[in-house]
């Protein structure tokens, strides 16, 4: 028997509240090559609420400079001066963050934030830029190895 992809308009169910012979054909063919009955609901619906309704806190920053810790990880570190902010990486000697940890920044103050490097680290970005935008530009920093950073957003020179 062949089997298609019924089209994405055709409806899955008819008037009678049953799948229709196109959708039917389609769920026997997935359910031969991993059959529901074989799935474990319990653990994917527990791996899904885990995933879900993640609330990240935010680090709200008034001074002209900062440098980020450890609860910055998976957080958002919000820059509100009304002056020039410098944000330092630190080493991974100072701050072990695991690699892949991800930094969010936002510049809602009129100050430019710039990110640096502490002893050591690199940050990569294009064309090698360091600064958020402008006011409300947002930017986000990924650990990629030991000392390196990469930084990615709305950024300038």
Do not use: E, H
């Given at each position: 028997?062949?089997?298609?992809?019924?089209?994405?308009?055709?409806a899955a169910i008819d008037a009678g509240g049953r799948f229709t012979k196109d959708w039917y054909d389609r769920f026997k063919y997935l359910d031969t090559l991993q059959p529901l009955s074989d799935v474990d609901f319990t653990?994917?619906?527990?791996?899904?609420?885990?995933?879900?309704?993640?609330?990240?806190?935010?680090?709200?920053?008034?001074?002209?400079?900062?440098?980020?810790?450890?609860?910055?990880?998976?957080?958002?570190?919000?820059?509100?001066?009304?002056?020039?902010?410098?944000?330092?990486?630190?080493?991974?000697?100072?701050?072990?963050?695991?690699?892949?940890?991800?930094?969010?920044?936002?510049?809602?103050?009129?100050?430019?934030?710039?990110?640096?490097?502490?002893?050591?680290?690199?940050?990569?970005?294009?064309?090698?830029?360091?600064?958020?935008?402008?006011?409300?530009?947002?930017?986000?920093?990924?650990?990629?190895?030991?000392?390196?950073?990469?930084?990615?957003?709305?950024?300038?020179?």
């Amino acid at each position: 028997m062949a089997i298609r992809n019924p089209p994405i308009d055709v409806a899955a169910i008819d008037a009678g509240g049953r799948f229709t012979k196109d959708w039917y054909d389609r769920f026997k063919y997935l359910d031969t090559l991993q059959p529901l009955s074989d799935v474990d609901f319990t653990a994917v619906n527990a791996a899904i609420a885990l995933k879900s309704n993640i609330t990240r806190s935010i680090n709200q920053i008034a001074g002209s400079t900062y440098t980020f810790v450890a609860g910055d990880a998976g957080n958002v570190c919000q820059f509100y001066s009304a002056s020039a902010v410098t944000a330092t990486i630190p080493p991974n000697s100072s701050v072990p963050f695991p690699f892949g940890t991800q930094i969010d920044l936002i510049q809602t103050g009129t100050g430019k934030v710039t990110l640096a490097q502490g002893s050591g680290v690199t940050i990569v970005s294009i064309t090698s830029y360091k600064s958020l935008s402008a006011q409300y530009a947002a930017a986000t920093l990924l650990k990629l190895d030991t000392n390196v950073w990469q930084l990615s957003g709305s950024l300038i020179a």
